[in-house]
């Protein structure tokens, strides 16, 4: 089996990184604005404990990481997250102008994690880790932003459920769905189709 570790790419992106990683953000862009929806509609089901309603926020987060598995470049976590959000904002959330804010505090806690693995380690492990650290950039935000009154309490009940979502929805999730593409052969551009079509 071929180590994660096996595959480096260059820091410098080419055309076919930058269109990719756009159709991926716009894709998850509209996914956004439907989970808007969807985030709304159920929001009675989880009036006795809010805080439960973050087991189905990680879809928000899948950007982020699948940006970062798929174009193994510095700034590819931000860069789809952030423009997800800004399309989800064009079209119409409900969180307005902020929506960009979360974006970009979202995709960047993803890209620390890959950072710190210099862009070369693209596990499993590390993908449930990028996810669960936009979440938690994400949580410091939610809290600060939407529950002020809450206190460092409150804001505790919040997190597991947010680091749960994130770490199987938008970690473990994209790895494998980075991994059924690369089957498809869609992904033989990049250094992460090639890396998983000897797996």
């Not at 756009?22 to 929001?43: D, L, M, R, S």
């Not at 404990?49 to 193994?72: E, K």
Request: glycine share 10%; charged share 10%.
């Amino acid at each position: 089996m071929a180590s994660p570790r096996a595959t480096t790419s260059p820091i410098g992106w080419r055309t076919v990184d930058i269109v990719v990683a756009a159709v991926i953000a716009v894709a998850f862009g509209v996914i956004f604005w439907a989970w808007n929806a969807v985030w709304a509609a159920t929001e009675p089901a989880f009036a006795a404990l809010p805080a439960m309603q973050y087991l189905i926020s990680g879809v928000w987060l899948i950007p982020a990481v699948l940006g970062g598995l798929i174009i193994r470049k510095p700034g590819a976590a931000l860069f789809c997250e952030l423009l997800a959000a800004t399309v989800s904002a064009l079209i119409g959330s409900q969180w307005g102008l902020d929506t960009l804010v979360s974006g970009a505090v979202q995709g960047a806690g993803a890209e620390i994690v890959f950072a710190a693995f210099r862009y070369q380690n693209w596990s499993l492990t590390v993908a449930a880790s990028a996810g669960i650290a936009s979440a938690v950039a994400g949580w410091i935000h939610d809290m600060l932003v939407y529950y002020p009154d809450l206190g460092a309490g409150g804001w505790a009940v919040f997190l597991p459920f947010y680091v749960v979502s994130a770490a199987i929805i938008a970690g473990i999730g994209s790895y494998y769905l980075t991994r059924s593409l690369a089957r498809t052969g869609v992904l033989s551009p990049f250094a992460s189709g090639r890396a998983q079509s000897r797996i």
